[in-house]
Structures are given as structure tokens and as C-alpha cells.
């Protein structure tokens, strides 16, 4: 989000970060959340963002034929337990070489979304592994706050 104006930051504020960096020809993307102050709710969205987001890779890692449909799935029911709905129409997207591959046909099977059922772990037209980007975005039930967590899902990376 683009803010129209300057934001104050208050001594309760949620606060997230996405940064999309770029390396060489490579991009990627990575998003925290901060949380200043002491509102218990808040505090435990930051610690059901991050626990959200491991289980997420883990179920990930341990699914050889994981689909987007699967794995977004999996994370709007462990959203929804934990009491949030998720802000966003997808988990995640696909990442590589900038800019973004385009996109032909279907834009779907770039996304963890329930419109993608192909496998997660395929390779490109050039027989390079695709590398996703974890999203997991949660709101409140009563959309009074939110944040969210994103990362590279590769077996090292923890957050």
C-alpha cells in the first residue's frame, strides 16, 4: 500500500516492512512484521504470523507433489483456527530472473492460490526449479489490524 499521506506511527502501531530486492538478475521478496507496545493481540498475531509461516514451509517440504491449491489451503485453515482471515487472494507467488517472467495464459499457476492445482516443485522452461515466496497475510475478524510474513521458501531459511 502507497499511503496518500504521512503515516504517525502510535505506541500500539502494527508495522510491516516488504522489501523486494534485487541481485544481480535475481529478485526477491521479503516482508516482516513489528509490533511496538504491549496489546496482547497484536503481540500474538506477530507470534501466529511466524508459527503460520513454518508450518506452512514445513507442510511444504514434506509434500512431494504439492499444488498451489494444497499449500494455500493448508494456510487459510491454519489462519482461520487461529481466529484470522487471510487479506490477500493468494499465499505466495513464484520468483526468479528480473523482471518477472511474463506471464502467458493463465496467470494462476504463478500463484500459491486456489486457482493453481499444478505442482509447486516443477521446473521451468529451462529446466531451472521454480522458487516460491510464502505469504502469509492475516486481518483481525474484526479487520482492526493486521500484518504479514513473507520469505523464500528454500530448506535454510527460518524466521
Same mark, same amino acid.
Given at each position: 500500500?502507497?499511503?496518500?499521506?504521512?503515516?504517525? $506511527?502510535?505506541? %500500539?502501531?502494527?508495522?510491516?516492512?516488504?522489501? *523486494?530486492?534485487?541481485?544481480?538478475d535475481?529478485? &526477491? !521478496? +521479503?516482508?516482516?512484521?513489528?509490533?511496538?507496545?504491549?496489546?496482547?493481540?497484536?503481540?500474538? $498475531?506477530?507470534? %501466529?504470523?511466524?508459527?503460520?509461516?513454518?508450518? *506452512?514451509?514445513?507442510?511444504?517440504?514434506?509434500? &512431494? !507433489? +504439492?499444488?498451489?491449491?494444497?499449500?494455500?489451503?493448508?494456510?487459510?485453515?491454519?489462519?482461520?483456527?487461529?481466529?484470522?482471515?487471510?487479506?490477500?487472494?493468494?499465499? *505466495?507467488?513464484?520468483?526468479?530472473?528480473?523482471?518477472?517472467?511474463?506471464?502467458?495464459?493463465?496467470?494462476?499457476?504463478?500463484y500459491?492460490?486456489?486457482?493453481?492445482?499444478?505442482?509447486?516443485?516443477?521446473?521451468?522452461?529451462?529446466?531451472?526449479?521454480?522458487?516460491w515466496?510464502?505469504?502469509?497475510?492475516?486481518?483481525?475478524?474484526?479487520?482492526?489490524?493486521?500484518?504479514?510474513?513473507?520469505?523464500?521458501?528454500?530448506?535454510?531459511?527460518?524466521?
Amino acid at each position: 500500500m502507497n499511503p496518500d499521506s504521512d503515516l504517525t $506511527l502510535q505506541d %500500539d502501531s502494527v508495522i510491516y516492512i516488504d522489501f *523486494g530486492p534485487v541481485v544481480g538478475d535475481m529478485e &526477491a !521478496d +521479503i516482508g516482516r512484521t513489528y509490533v511496538l507496545g504491549n496489546r496482547v493481540e497484536h503481540h500474538q $498475531l506477530l507470534s %501466529d504470523l511466524i508459527r503460520i509461516w513454518e508450518e *506452512g514451509k514445513a507442510f511444504y517440504e514434506s509434500q &512431494a !507433489d +504439492i499444488t498451489g491449491q494444497g499449500l494455500f489451503s493448508f494456510i487459510k485453515e491454519l489462519a482461520e483456527k487461529s481466529g484470522y482471515t487471510l487479506a490477500d487472494w493468494h499465499s *505466495g507467488h513464484l520468483i526468479g530472473q528480473f523482471p518477472h517472467e511474463r506471464v502467458i495464459g493463465d496467470e494462476s499457476i504463478h500463484y500459491i492460490c486456489p486457482e493453481n492445482p499444478l505442482p509447486l516443485k516443477r521446473h521451468g522452461s529451462n529446466g531451472e526449479n521454480y522458487v516460491w515466496i510464502l505469504e502469509v497475510h492475516l486481518v483481525s475478524q474484526d479487520k482492526q489490524f493486521g500484518g504479514f510474513v513473507e520469505d523464500l521458501l528454500l530448506p535454510e531459511i527460518s524466521i
